[in-house]
């Protein structure tokens, strides 16, 4: 279990996965896909706006861990070295990284042709066992989950049963039905947001004709 200061009571859990899929969809609509990354977003500020009324006591960016693989040497390596530039960037404005569960190539048939995707699992197992632990070790009174993953209900049923509000910080685009009636409370993030803390002004914008 992560240690943390008993006087620490409102910690905001995030799915980083589930996170830099969402971000990146936004960006690519209005952005070149080669700058449309997570990276060129500054996440503290996007928190700091969607947030701005919550006092947050401590970040924690949960991603799974990355592994070269010969079938897809180059992707994997790429995704490497982004995860890496991402972790030195969030840890320098003060949020906790953890690597959790694991990423697996997985082939499947898109359009009828065989492609390479690549599958996270075991985040989701990390988050609901620190939110119930913690929850346990009254370390927090109130959880704000970002993530859109129905298999956090049971840990957010739970930690509820024992006194904790939880905030469902969800996706205007794509709000998770099942999060925001067990969670206390929802949020969403909205696509606006993410663009204002678009922090790449080299990147070519697209037009619309």
């Known amino acids: 279990m992560l240690k ?19 971000i ?11 700058k449309a990354l997570i990276l060129n977003v500054n996440l503290k500020q996007l928190f700091k706006t969607t947030l701005s009324k919550i006092k947050i006591d ?4 949960y991603s799974a861990k990355l592994k070269e693989h010969k079938e897809t040497l180059k992707r994997s390596k790429d995704l490497i070295q982004k995860q890496r530039a991402l972790k030195a960037k969030l840890q320098n404005q003060e949020f906790t990284f953890v690597m959790s569960g694991y990423v697996r190539p997985q082939k499947v048939v898109i359009d009828k042709k065989e ?22 070790d009254k370390i927090i009174d109130t959880a704000i989950i ?5 298999d956090l209900q049971p840990a957010i049923k739970e930690i509820k049963h024992r006194g904790v509000k939880v905030i469902y910080l969800g996706f205007e685009f794509k709000p998770n039905k099942g999060l925001i009636y067990t969670a206390s409370r929802a949020i ?22």
Do not use: W
């Open 58 to 61: 401590k970040i924690i960016y």
């Open 146 to 150: 970002c993530s859109s993953d129905s």
């Open 24 to 34: 990146e969809d936004v960006l690519e609509k209005t952005y070149d896909r080669e």
């Open 188 to 209: 969403l993030i909205r696509n606006s947001e993410v663009i204002d803390c678009y922090i790449n002004p080299s990147a070519t914008k697209l037009v619309s004709l």
């Open 115 to 136: 492609k390479i995707i690549f599958k996270e699992k075991g985040v989701d197992v990390k988050m609901a066992v620190d939110l119930v632990s913690m929850a346990c």
């Open 4 to 22: 943390l200061p008993l006087m620490q009571k409102t910690i905001l859990f995030i799915d980083g996965e589930n996170l830099r899929h969402y």
